[in-house]
């Protein structure tokens, strides 16, 4: 097939579009500081276009760098050296379908920016790949139609022994919040979204799974609605712990579409938990009810030595359902000290009381009470569950729902603090193990979209 029509970009589309837009995705970004980028045109033809050079068309096979200097980019093969220039396109002659290892190959990309586990590989692209010249580095955009982005990041995101009903529900999902634009990101550079757990993570063709190939072509178009007739923006965190939580305790303001949801079949024993206070908030954590629930992310449904097999191989595994962390008085004022400017000059903490949740049990403001080096009392409160997360662990704390036990020595001070938790994440919207757990207990994609959001419908909006 060749490429007639210029498919619309993210930023235009609208339901009425009817059509498959594209979407730019930063794959090597100015932060990366990248000076030199090493491309085979494996696949095909490519044509090559830049803003100050001829275009050429470049056989397939061909090896070619793309160099950042003084003067700007210059792209050079055996044969040929284009540029300077600041800005290079290489288009497919050809359309690349979806495959294993299909598209352009980019060597050394960096993946899991800033996480343990960043490591750089190759990677093959579909559509076709940009190079910008920015002032740090250079930024290399991957312009690509939406479904073949789509089965880049099912397969970035989930193990491809996912149940296919799962993947597909996590197609409609992605869809929609790409769909739906509406969270500010990456505005003044010159992609959409990143390749990154910021956004979506997306690793290209390299380790396409048949199963996400499938789940995206089994949902082609196909996306939630919300109450106003919009492209739902469909929000999904790791694991609801029994109650999905509103948006409103997350992001202080409603959303349509988002709604507080029991993460079991009718019947279950964590309906008498809607909503979680403080009144039944320890049953919540750790009550009897835990060792025969049948709420889809619990254990009991989704065993905690499987989730390896399910989610992408870059996670962390453990227990997502029921967590705890424990401080000494010491270990929590170091971290206040590191995390918190205001508590730079603590000298004991004396209080750290939840003094707001959501209907889920999570903390969405906290208060903290500490004497500083001058002998004070200050008081410090945390007020959204972000910031809960933030302050509360060396890294991210699991999610905020959690319980707080204090013990206290006989002068009163505090000797350790104990926090018991439910979930992974801002648990509003789809719960991913959740919705596994629901596609491992036969559970079709409609079944798994509409639990999780009530108020929407599912509407495929182009063919
Ligand atoms: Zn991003
Ligand atoms: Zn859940």
Not at 205 to 215: E, L
Not at 327 to 355: F, H, N, Q
Request: charged share 25%.
């Amino acid at each position: 097939m060749n490429i007639t029509e210029e498919p619309i970009d993210i930023h235009q589309w609208t339901p009425a579009s009817r059509a498959e837009p594209s979407v730019r995705i930063g794959v090597i970004l100015e932060s990366d500081q990248v000076d030199r980028i090493h491309v085979v045109l494996q696949d095909g033809a490519c044509r090559v276009t830049g803003n100050h050079t001829d275009d050429v068309t470049l056989p397939s096979c061909t090896d070619l760098t793309v160099e950042r200097t003084d003067e700007g980019l210059i792209l050079h093969t055996a044969e040929d050296t284009l540029g300077p220039t600041d800005r290079l396109r290489i288009d497919p002659q050809e359309k690349i379908d979806a495959a294993r290892g299909a598209g352009i190959l980019v060597r050394d990309i960096v993946a899991g920016r800033g996480f343990h586990w960043q490591k750089n590989a190759d990677q093959t692209l579909q559509g076709s790949l940009e190079f910008v010249n920015a002032p740090g580095g250079i930024v290399m955009v991957n312009d690509i139609l939406l479904e073949d982005y789509l089965v880049g990041v099912i397969t970035a995101e989930m193990g491809s022994a996912c149940p296919v009903e799962f993947l597909k529900a996590q197609c409609v999902v992605a869809r929609s919040w790409l769909l739906a634009m509406t969270e500010p990101k990456h505005e003044d550079e010159p992609f959409d979204r990143c390749n990154d757990d910021c956004c979506q993570r997306y690793q290209g063709t390299g380790d396409m799974s048949k199963s996400a190939i499938d789940a995206v072509r089994g949902t082609r178009g196909l996306v939630l609605i919300d109450p106003k007739n919009k492209v739902l923006d469909a929000n999904y965190a790791k694991s609801c712990g029994g109650i999905s939580e509103l948006a409103e305790h997350v992001w202080g303001r409603p959303k349509p579409g988002i709604s507080a949801v029991i993460d079991a079949p009718k019947g279950d024993p964590v309906h008498d938990f809607m909503p979680v206070t403080e009144s039944n908030l320890d049953a919540f954590l750790n009550g009897d009810w835990l060792s025969h629930t049948r709420a889809y992310c619990s254990t009991h449904v989704v065993p905690v030595d499987s989730i390896s097999k399910y989610l992408g191989r870059v996670d962390e595994v453990d227990d997502y359902f029921r967590w705890d962390v424990k401080y000494s008085r010491d270990e929590l004022e170091g971290l206040l000290r590191d995390k918190l400017p205001e508590a730079e000059m603590i000298s004991e903490l004396r209080d750290v009381r939840v003094t707001s949740r959501g209907v889920s049990g999570r903390a969405s403001r906290l208060e903290l009470r500490w004497i500083d080096e001058n002998g004070n009392e200050q008081t410090h409160t945390l007020d959204s569950e972000y910031r809960i997360r933030e302050v509360l662990h060396r890294g991210f704390l699991y999610s905020s729902a959690f319980a707080l036990t204090i013990r206290r020595g006989g002068d009163g001070k505090i000797e350790t603090i104990h926090l018991r938790g439910a979930g992974w994440g801002h648990g509003a919207g789809l719960c991913q193990i959740g919705a596994l757990g629901m596609g491992l207990t036969g559970h079709d994609v409609d079944a798994i979209c509409m639990h999780y959001y009530p108020d929407a419908v599912l509407q495929a909006v182009y063919p």
